[in-house]
């Protein structure tokens, strides 16, 4: 009968596609292991700082009315860079001051009377007492006067005024910094998990958005003994060569060199799964065991288990059996 007849073609041609598909070999992408330098790395973000400088805050709530204008300038230790409002305490010192002066005049009638016997050893003590409470009282008020007026903790430079004739100078706000404008450091927040492997001393590579076309050098300075629970990280100082052209305040991303393997066999990171690759072979994909070195950004260095002329499969084949079929497609 022509429909069976038909019919069976049907199946057939279908039965053959069928087969075609799924035997046919699959298109994939290789590449070439290469030879070159792998170094180990250790990522931090961080701050161009100066090795010596001070932040100058205000210790009180007040008023500023008077500022340097010194920005940029060159300052002695002890000068004058701002003033704040310090009406309300002067008139708290001329108060006590008052007191005191009230309190001495009682303390010498009492002595007069008590030298007569007319009064008590408890009332002269009681009077003694009382100009020994305001001297006190005045001594704070002086002290605190001091807080008055923000002055230059060292010699250096003022990096930077953040404090105008007017405002409000709150507790704990920083309104210079004081310092030396060189030498430079870059102070850096390195994990936890990566600190054990930093030590002082080893090279490292700075990008900084600043300078994009250049790769800018610094060096393992000291790293702090104690980290921050929080956040998990310690802070590390990298010495900055004297013509940096870095400034204080640029933000950089930091690669500690923790060790460089020369001429090493690379393969691509995105080639790799779980210690595996795959390889083709006549045509047919294999998968392999590698053990690896150092992991770059791009590249894994590959210590054994690959052949220098292995041609690989890259990226890693998410779907590929081994011993499938494969077709080479360079790159």
């Not at 170094?39 to 973000?45: K, L, P, Q, R, W």
């Not at 700075?206 to 393992?220: G, H, I, K, N, Q």
């Not at 590390?236 to 923790?258: E, Q, Y």
Request: aromatic share 6%; proline share 5%; net charge negative.
């Amino acid at each position: 009968m022509i429909w069976v007849r038909t019919i069976f073609i049907v199946l057939l041609v279908a039965g053959a596609a069928v087969y075609w598909y799924v035997t046919r070999p699959v298109a994939v992408a290789v590449v070439a292991p290469t030879r070159g330098d792998a170094a180990e790395i250790v990522y931090a973000s961080g701050v161009i700082e100066p090795r010596n400088w001070a932040k100058v805050t205000s210790l009180v709530r007040e008023r500023i009315v008077l500022v340097c204008n010194c920005e940029g300038e060159t300052v002695t230790m002890g000068m004058e860079l701002a003033r704040l409002d310090d009406t309300e305490a002067q008139a708290v010192l001329a108060e006590l001051r008052a007191r005191l002066r009230f309190a001495k005049s009682d303390f010498e009638r009492v002595s007069t009377l008590a030298a007569r016997n007319i009064v008590s050893r408890s009332e002269l003590d009681r009077a003694t007492s009382q100009v020994g409470q305001i001297e006190a009282l005045i001594s704070g008020q002086e002290a605190r006067l001091g807080s008055f007026i923000l002055r230059a903790p060292s010699e250096g430079m003022v990096l930077r005024q953040d404090g105008e004739v007017g405002e409000i100078a709150e507790p704990g706000d920083v309104l210079f910094w004081v310092g030396r404008p060189t030498p430079l450091l870059t102070v850096a927040e390195v994990n936890e998990e990566d600190i054990p492997r930093v030590v002082i001393g080893q090279q490292a590579l700075l990008r900084s958005d600043a300078f994009p076309d250049r790769m800018l050098e610094a060096t393992v300075d000291s790293i702090t003994p104690k980290g921050d629970p929080v956040a998990k990280t310690y802070r590390v100082r990298l010495a900055l060569p004297a013509d940096t052209p870095l400034m204080i305040g640029m933000s950089v991303d930091v690669n500690i060199v923790i060790r460089v393997s020369e001429a090493a066999l690379l393969v691509p990171g995105l080639a790799v799964r779980d210690g595996y690759l795959f390889t083709v072979e006549d045509g047919i994909a294999r998968r392999r065991a590698i053990e690896a070195g150092i992991r770059g950004i791009t590249h894994i260095e590959v210590l054994s288990g690959l052949p220098e002329t292995a041609r690989i499969i890259s990226p890693f084949p998410e779907d590929l059996a081994d011993g499938a079929k494969v077709a080479l497609r360079e790159e």
